[in-house]
């Protein structure tokens, strides 16, 4: 089986590597990862692999609807989110603003679906069980 990769733009690169980033929204296609699959993250700019040992940990649904230029709600498994802020931070931006900014220039500001991608790195999954 081939592993799945997802890149990234050079800004949530650090992010991911310090641990802070474990999200991305991927738009639909033919396949995403499973929940216990390894995945493989890449930088979008160099090509290279940001963190080894990604494990997907869980695949959701997600819609964004918009108003105008603006994110108004995000739907996540069906159930709307209340801390859009909180949605965009997980997501590796500043705010709901910036996630607004770079998600219009990417698919247009207008409803947009897609998939929520969660991981956890295997070496720091191994650790918490440890502590627990």
Known sequence: MTMI????????????????MQQTFEPPRLRHARPGEPIRLMDKVNHRQIVEGAICTAVERMDILWTGNRITGIRESNMP??????????????????????????????????????WRIAATAALELEVA
């Open 5 to 20: 990769s997802y890149t990234f733009a050079q800004r949530f690169v650090p992010l991911i590597s310090a641990g802070v």
């Open 81 to 118: 989110l209340l801390r859009l802020e909180g949605c965009a931070k997980r997501l590796g931006y500043a705010d709901l603003e910036d996630m607004a900014t770079d998600f219009a220039r990417l698919h247009g500001p207008r409803y947009t679906e897609g998939y929520m991608i969660e």
